[in-house]
């Protein structure tokens, strides 16, 4: 299971002063109503809180995940892609934003906040990985007709970095998923059966193998891993489905 978004380049700090308490105000309003018209779908609110520049950037980037976005034509339509695959709001998440630095000069901003998201349904207790995702993010932001509009976002995952008992699990799923990717479906299956091996109690290895076999044609084999995980994850609606549909040939 992958999931995912979003960040930026270094940038100095020596030349920003501090913020007015009400500038500061409006730099957290625009970046909230940023992200509320990112989850609701809103096109046209999205848009009016980038700036329209050939040099902007979006970029994201974990341990195991890096994109970036350039310029506003490609971030542009790569928003209208993404709305027309999933135009309805998208209430999985709760987005809550905490601890803002903000330095400003003139009509130019840095911003530093904390950013996390939290499922509305919380199964970390059965997988690790989806709880909520502390994020760390940057903006470098310019005032154009007195709205504060994004230049320039970077949003990393620390936790993503530290090192736990699932950084292996992790890893080698993602390995699995790149070798799916490359059409290795019989090396993708190795791969995940060292993963199952390993990490014997987590439904999403089982899954993840349960998928990949399928795809090789091994369909009894696919059926008893996803009942593997389906069993140890009665939630998991992606590997029910799945079930049923190879039961169903």
């Known amino acids: 299971m992958r999931k995912i978004i979003v960040l930026l380049t270094t940038i100095g700090f020596g030349f920003f002063t501090y913020a007015q308490t009400g500038e500061e105000g409006n730099i957290k309003k625009a ?44 971030l542009e339509a790569t928003m209208e892609r993404d709305i027309k695959q999933n135009p309805k709001p998208d209430n999985s998440f709760k987005m809550s934003l905490d601890n803002f630095s903000v330095h400003t000069e003139g009509n130019l901003a840095f911003v530093e906040y904390d950013a996390v998201a939290t499922p509305e ?10 709880g909520a ?21 970077v949003v ?13 699990e992790t890893d ?9 990717g490359s059409n290795k479906i019989n090396e993708a299956v190795e791969i995940f059966r060292m993963n199952v091996k390993l990490f014997p109690d987590s439904w999403n290895t089982y ?15 696919a059926i008893e891993n996803y009942e593997k995980s389906v069993q140890l994850n009665p939630k998991s609606d992606g590997g029910i489905a799945a079930l049923a549909k190879l039961k169903q040939k």
Do not use: C
Request: aromatic share 12%.
């Open 121 to 130: 349904s919380d199964q970390s207790s059965i997988f690790p990985y989806s």
């Open 31 to 74: 970046i909230q109503a940023k992200i509320d018209a990112y989850q609701s779908r809103n096109l046209d609110a999205w848009k009016a809180s980038w700036q329209h520049d050939s040099k902007i950037s979006n970029t994201v980037t974990t341990n195991d995940f890096y994109t970036t976005v350039k310029g506003w034509d490609s």
């Open 156 to 168: 990393t995952l620390p936790e993503s970095y530290a090192i736990n008992n699932h950084a292996a």
């Open 207 to 221: 899954d993840s193998l349960g998928e990949a076999l399928a795809l090789a044609g091994n369909k009894k084999e």
């Open 133 to 153: 995702l502390h994020y760390h993010d940057y903006e470098m932001m310019v005032k154009e007709n007195g709205q504060w509009k994004t230049r320039t976002r």
């Open 172 to 180: 080698l799923n993602a390995a699995g998923y790149d070798l799916l």
